[in-house]
């Protein structure tokens, strides 16, 4: 079956520092990979889609990088902030319209000051 | 930013009961789903609507559920006959009709069954 992996549950680091976040899937070929932020009580937020043939997206101070070949994303977030802190969800999709969102577990990032 | 909505905030209802859950997605969007959240859980699919129809559900969702678009802007989902475990966060998410558009999710209901 479908499996996603985000490598750790919680991830501490200090403010200002480079926040990596990794996502792992196996028994997939998605199409694109979606990241999401998800904060207490509240519903996911879409942050940046990468598709199968690009290597990297960026957003401000958001990069995401896709490798099909290793099955992997991993989500960086540059110069982090307290705010910054939440949630992160990966969910690899596939080409159909409409298809469901299948959510790794999560990782919690806490960026101190 | 046109968004989702759902209401209400959070639910509370005794075991055995009957609930709805309301959801209002964004206007121009097509597709719709519900997805649920038990507390320190992962965010789970339940189902996806569209053309008036389910198009894709999952095996948490039995004869218990059921979703319904009564008219052009609200889609509910409606649990028959509650338990215990079904105890969570509700979130309704729509989506436009067209590729890799990302899903755009309410704040969800808090469902808390007695």
């Known amino acids: 079956s479908q499996k996603i992996e985000q490598n750790s549950e919680a991830l501490n680091i200090q403010e200002g520092k480079t926040a990596t976040l990794t996502c792992n899937y196996t028994?997939?070929?998605?199409?694109?990979l979606q990241w999401y932020r998800q904060d207490p009580g509240r519903g996911p937020v879409f942050l940046l889609l990468?598709?199968?043939?690009?290597k990297e997206k960026r957003k401000e101070r958001l990069k995401v990088t896709f490798d099909t070949t290793l099955k992997q994303s991993l989500f960086h977030i540059t110069a982090s902030q307290p705010a910054d802190s939440a949630t992160y969800l990966c969910a690899p999709s596939n080409n159909q319209a409409g298809t469901a969102l299948i959510f790794g577990k999560g990782t919690t990032l806490s960026v101190s000051s | 930013e046109p968004e989702v909505t759902q209401t209400p905030s959070h639910q509370v209802t005794q075991m055995g009961q009957e609930v709805i859950l309301r959801c209002v997605p964004i206007?121009?969007?097509?597709?719709f789903y519900w997805y649920r959240q038990i507390l320190g859980q992962k965010v789970e699919f339940l189902v996806s609507f569209y053309n008036n129809e389910i198009s894709e559900k999952s095996e948490i969702f039995d004869d218990q559920f059921s979703v319904e678009r009564p008219d052009g802007s609200n889609f509910t989902l409606k649990i028959r006959s509650t338990k215990l475990e079904d105890s969570a966060m509700y979130f309704c998410?729509?989506?436009?009709?067209?590729?890799?558009?990302?899903?755009?999710f309410g704040d969800g209901t808090r469902l808390s069954i007695l």
């Open positions: 990468i598709r199968e043939n690009e």
């Open positions: 206007s121009n969007h097509l597709y």
């Open positions: 998410a729509s989506r436009e009709d067209r590729s890799n558009q990302p899903q755009h």
């Open positions: 028994n997939y070929s998605p199409a694109y």
